[in-house]
Nanobody
């Protein structure tokens, strides 16, 4: 019903910057929130940052002051700029979209991208 295409991951030096992008497509009636989560080896998936349709943003404590999340409603896209990257930022980053679809019945579901690897290493 909804497909997500992610890009922007890669190998970055400590202190470097990265910009992740995610575009949603499909049978979308409306989008509630868009954001990014990450999962490091041996750890649970955790929130990085989200932005609602109304522009409300939420950041993980470790990301406050270092990251900026934004969206392009016309493109159904969300972007995450991360600065001053640390070794602990190494993880697979997943795009998340909470969207409403309408095929006879309206329903709200969470959709996930395949994930993009971010590796911070010197």
């Amino acid at each position: 019903q909804v497909q997500l295409v992610e890009s922007g991951g890669g190998l970055v030096q400590p202190g470097g910057s990265l910009r992740l992008s995610c575009a949603a497509s499909g049978s979308i009636f409306s989008i509630v929130t868009m954001g990014w989560y990450r999962q490091a080896p041996g750890q649970r998936r955790e929130l990085v940052a989200t932005i609602s349709s109304g522009g409300t943003v939420r950041y993980a404590d470790s990301m406050k002051g270092r990251s900026t999340i934004s969206r392009d409603s016309a493109k159904n896209a969300v972007y995450l700029e991360m600065n001053s990257l640390k070794l602990d930022d190494t993880a697979v980053y997943y795009c998340n979209v909470r969207a409403v679809t309408r095929m006879i019945v309206m329903r709200t579901d969470d959709y996930w991208g395949q994930g993009t690897q971010v590796t911070v290493s010197s």
